[in-house]
C-alpha cells in the first residue's frame, strides 16, 4: 500500500500556524466524540442507531455532527439504500482507517497510564 504524501504548501501543514489547513484538520478530529465514532466505526460498518447505542452519552446532535464533519474531511463514507424508510450506514474509509491506528495508540496509551493519572490528579488536587 503506497501512501499518498501531502503536496501543498508546507504553512497549509503546519499545525503550530493558526491559518494552516492542517490544524483546522486536527481541530475537528481531535475531539472525544470523533475519536469515540472512529474507534466503534473500525470495528465494521454500522447504521446511525447502531451507532448512538454503542457510543453512551452521546447525543443525537453530536453524532448527526461529528458524523457529517467526519464525511467531509474523507474519514467516514455514508451510504444511503433506497428502502422505505431509508437505511444509512457508515463505515471508515482508508484515511479514516489509518487515523483508528492512532486512536488506538491513544486508547493504549490511556490504559497503561491510567493508574499514573489518577494518582497524579488525587495528589495534585490534594
Known amino acids: 500500500m503506497v ?4 503536496r501543498g504548501s508546507p504553512d497549509e501543514a503546519d499545525l503550530r500556524r493558526a491559518d494552516s489547513l492542517a490544524r483546522e484538520i486536527f481541530s475537528d478530529v481531535a475531539n472525544k466524540w470523533a475519536f469515540l465514532i472512529i ?12 451507532l448512538r447505542n454503542e457510543i453512551e452519552g452521546i447525543s443525537h446532535k453530536m453524532l448527526t455532527q461529528n458524523l457529517r464533519m467526519l464525511e467531509r474531511n474523507g474519514l467516514v463514507e455514508r451510504t444511503v439504500h433506497p428502502t ?17 491506528a492512532t486512536v488506538d495508540g491513544m486508547c493504549d496509551w ?7 493519572i489518577e494518582t497524579a490528579r488525587r495528589r495534585f488536587d490534594a
Do not use: A, D
Open 3 to 6: 501512501t499518498k504524501q501531502f
Open 110 to 116: 490511556t490504559h497503561t497510564y491510567l493508574g499514573h
Open 84 to 100: 422505505v424508510p431509508p437505511r444509512v450506514e457508515y463505515t471508515l474509509t482508508e484515511p479514516g482507517q489509518g487515523l483508528r
Open 39 to 50: 474507534e466503534t466505526l473500525g470495528e465494521g460498518t454500522l447504521r446511525f442507531s447502531e
